[in-house]
């Protein structure tokens, strides 16, 4: 069973910054796409940045310039550093990864971390 692991959330002020981890259980290579999610209060999951194959990645537009989303191979894991944080960017994070393994997609998610932007 993979298992993923966050951590690096918490309580930081507008216009600083944060960097999330994402430890996998299983090799990185063994995967399609990994990235984050995040949900805000009342709000539906959203995409923040994934990366697909090991080299094109993807970003929200709200997130594109400030945040930045690479993977240390050695480590098996996945971070997503987060600059120039706004309130909006408050939410819990959730790391995911996709397998395609023999025609069957399978989604593993991480417990999430909470990031709160406040001054």
């Known amino acids: 069973q993979v298992q993923l692991v966050e951590s690096g959330g918490g309580l930081v002020q507008p216009g600083e910054s944060l960097r999330l981890s994402c430890v996998v259980s299983?090799?990185?290579?063994?995967?399609?796409?990994m990235g984050w999610y995040r949900q805000a209060p009342g709000k539906q999951r959203e995409l923040v940045a994934e990366t697909i194959d090991g080299g094109n990645t993807n970003y929200a537009d709200s997130v594109l310039g400030r945040f930045t989303i690479y993977e240390d191979n050695a480590k098996n894991t996945v971070y997503l550093q987060m600059t120039s944080l706004k309130p909006e960017d408050t939410a819990v994070y959730y790391c995911?990864?996709?397998?395609?393994?023999?025609?069957?997609?399978?989604?593993?998610w991480g417990q999430g971390t909470q990031v709160t932007v406040s001054s």
């Open positions: 995911f990864a996709d397998q395609l393994y023999h025609g069957t997609k399978y989604d593993y």
């Open positions: 299983a090799s990185i290579h063994s995967f399609n796409a």
